[in-house]
């Protein structure tokens, strides 16, 4: 799951300020799984059905693990979190991650993603060994997907941070999409917005259950939840 969050979402990344009362609940396709994003200002909540024992939540600028162990929630801060992940996948790498954004130039064509009406834009990019990609993204202006755009901007941001990775590629993105008040709704057969509601999450959706946990280096990476 690290590779598509640090890879997909930060073709996504940007840094426009979420307006504080900016609330929605979406389902993505990222890469061949789905997730739900939860979200109200700038806390959000991101659910992996049948990839995760746990899900993210991000608040006060925070991202942080929650899992269930033993029946009682175990919370991991962001660095923790990027640490055990990164032992998990490291043999996996991510050959394509974007090094330097190209262009992203409109291509004519129209189309309505999970709704709303996009722009079908080519997307061109550098991978961190210099070869160039190519893709096919939808870019929309409506305030919504700028909202959830901006919440999947700043969850890539803060896996980079905490995993002390550069950021100058966000920093293409996010000036690109600046240019463009847009948001991102689909972006080849990586990603893509099923279904974007402004109604709030649930009450309690987004609460910390419990405080970070210690050094949590020796919890075993395949414990199962309880």
């Given at each position: 799951m690290?590779?598509w969050f ?9 840094a426009?300020?979420v ?9 993505v396709?990222?890469?061949g ?6 979200f ?8 992996m ?5 746990g899900y ?24 923790m979190?990027?640490r055990?992940?990164?032992?998990r996948a ?17 291509v004519?064509?129209?189309?309505t ?5 996009g722009?079908?834009?080519e ?19 409506q ?44 972006y ?5 917005v099923?279904?974007?509601k ?27 939840p309880?």
């Amino acid at each position: 799951m690290k590779r598509w969050f640090a890879c997909v979402l930060l073709v996504l990344g940007w840094a426009v300020q979420v307006d504080a009362l900016a609330a929605g609940v979406a389902t993505v396709k990222i890469g061949g799984q789905t997730v739900t994003v939860s979200f109200v200002g700038q806390d959000a909540r991101v659910d992996m059905p049948g990839t995760s024992p746990g899900y993210l939540l991000m608040r006060g600028g925070r991202l942080y693990m929650v899992m269930q162990v033993a029946g009682q929630p175990l919370v991991m801060d962001g660095a923790m979190l990027t640490r055990m992940m990164s032992r998990r996948a490291k043999a996996q790498g991510s050959p394509d991650m974007i090094g330097s954004l190209i262009r992203l130039e409109p291509v004519g064509p129209k189309e309505t993603v999970a709704g709303f009406p996009g722009q079908v834009y080519e997307a061109a990019y550098r991978d961190e060994q210099g070869r160039e990609h190519t893709g096919r993204a939808v870019l929309g202006t409506q305030p919504e997907v700028q909202d959830l755009t901006e919440i999947l901007g700043q969850l890539a941001l803060l896996f980079q941070a905490a995993a002390g990775q550069p950021q100058a590629a966000v920093q293409q993105v996010v000036d690109a999409l600046h240019e463009r008040d847009a948001g991102l709704l689909a972006y080849g057969d990586q990603f893509r917005v099923e279904l974007l509601k402004t109604t709030p999450p649930a009450p309690g959706t987004l609460d910390m259950p419990a405080p970070p946990s210690p050094d949590l280096s020796q919890i075993p990476l395949g414990l199962p939840p309880q």
